[in-house]
């Protein structure tokens, strides 16, 4: 007993010390994604316009960049290996991604995240965390569950900014791996290690400061102050709210990727492509920014909070949700959990413009209760929400624990409901 125990501690430093190692490159993969990402967006939809003497997209770009971005999607999943990555309707996954597929993953990425298709970046930034974890493994001697751990290390890294360090990325990572039971805590330590460091790469220390990776970011938030029964009740509500709009995304996008089997892959995607744009393109009609429309939401959100008129809010709460189920369907790669935290911070900013509820409030549990919703992941949509609201909002979290409890009780009666067991 004694050697086996001192073998088992053994492979943990060795698993650690390796967590550690994958941490930097996993990080760097990463920044180096989500830059590209990010300089795609900005070349398309702000430098191309530009370049024409436009201020803004004009329609013909609003209606067809999508539909450029879905032919992009379309050759990744056919032509490279990997499929383009694990589709988005089903949720995140922490299953080990093959080196193989890295190339697939970035392609169908980047055409799905840099021409406006509504889906966030967590799910390729994990992907491709997994991938160098999986790398590294081509290198050292480890047995099959080292070869997840290592792979879950990797991810843990590559998430770590987008979510604002290692804790949430940690938390969020256990959690979707909740159902391999105790199996998945063996990846808890090298993982947690593997996110600490690859965060260095994001923040830097010393004289250096790190690399900029766009994360959901809202600047000057106001002060929330005390705790008010008003604004619990309006939590409670935003939750219920947002599950339901969750559930009717999942359902739509379901009916959406039904069409798979009579029309196609590339089809249904060119076709998806096209309804984004056409759905932002009306949106912009009907005074919403076709780009608050289009994409993950992440840089939307500030102006979301801040917006005072409930037309506008109503226009772009609608427009997001056609959008948002048409990717998940229609075969985009990307993730679900971003542009649900918009739907979230949406239906709280009704209260901001109808009761005066400080936005503050507003994002806080906007942003539990949406990430609730949709990833079903409980205390990481709690962790986040605080993260993001900070010290301006540390009196709002009684709030985000009410909102993110009642859109994950929600959405468990709903899956109840539409999926019984036994």
């Keep these: 007993m004694a050697r086996t125990a001192t073998v088992t501690e053994t492979e943990y430093l060795r698993l650690i010390g390796f967590g550690a190692a994958i941490g930097i490159p996993a990080a760097l993969l990463a920044a180096l994604f989500l830059a590209l990402a990010h300089r795609i967006e900005d070349w398309l939809w702000a430098d191309l ?51 193989a597929h890295g190339v697939g993953v970035a392609l169908a990425a980047l055409g799905t995240l840099g021409f406006g298709a509504v889906l966030g970046p967590e799910a390729p930034v994990i992907a491709l965390g997994s991938v160098v974890g999986m790398a590294v493994t081509r290198f050292v001697r480890v047995d099959p569950r080292g070869t997840a751990v290592l792979a879950t290390a990797g ?46 790469v994001f923040v830097g220390f010393g004289d250096w400061g790190g690399l900029d990776a766009p994360g ?60 984004i744009g056409l759905v932002a393109q009306i949106g912009d009609l009907l005074g919403a920014e076709a780009r608050d429309i289009l994409f993950s939401g992440q840089t939307s959100v500030p102006v979301v909070v801040a917006e005072d008129s409930v037309r506008i809010l109503a226009v772009l709460l609608v427009a997001k949700l056609v959008a948002y189920a048409v990717s998940l369907g229609c075969g985009y790669r990307g993730g679900p959990i971003f542009p649900a935290i918009f739907l979230g911070v949406t239906l709280a900013s009704f209260a901001v413009v109808w009761f005066d509820m400080s936005p503050t409030f507003a994002v806080a549990v906007g942003t539990a209760g949406g990430m609730a919703a949709q990833s079903r992941l409980l205390v990481s949509s709690l962790l986040f929400a605080a993260l993001l609201v900070g010290l301006a909002g540390t009196d709002a979290v ?13 959405t468990a009666a709903l899956d109840r409901r539409w999926h019984p067991t036994g």
């Design 49 to 99: 316009p530009g370049a024409i003497g436009r201020s803004a997209p004009p329609w013909y770009l609003v209606v067809g960049l999508p539909v450029a971005g879905a032919l992009v999607v379309a050759v990744a999943r056919r032509f490279l290996p990997g499929d383009g990555g694990h589709a988005p309707l089903h949720g995140l996954s922490t299953e080990p991604t093959p080196v």
């Design 216 to 275: 959901l970011v809202i600047p000057d938030l106001p002060t929330y102050e005390g705790t008010h029964l008003d604004d619990l009740a309006v939590a409670v509500a935003v939750g219920v709210a947002v599950a339901l709009l969750a559930a009717v995304v999942r359902r739509l996008g379901t009916a959406v990727d039904g069409l798979r089997g009579r029309w196609g892959m590339p089809a249904l995607l060119l076709a998806g492509g096209l309804a």
């Design 155 to 200: 991810s843990f890294a590559a998430i770590s900014a987008l979510f604002g360090g290692p804790l949430v990325a940690g938390i969020m990572l256990v959690e979707v791996g909740a159902g391999m039971g105790a199996a998945v805590l063996p990846a808890l330590l090298p993982g947690f290690v593997a996110a600490a460091v690859g965060y260095l």
């Design 398 to 410: 009684p709030g985000a624990v009410l909102a993110a409890v009642a859109a994950w009780i929600t």
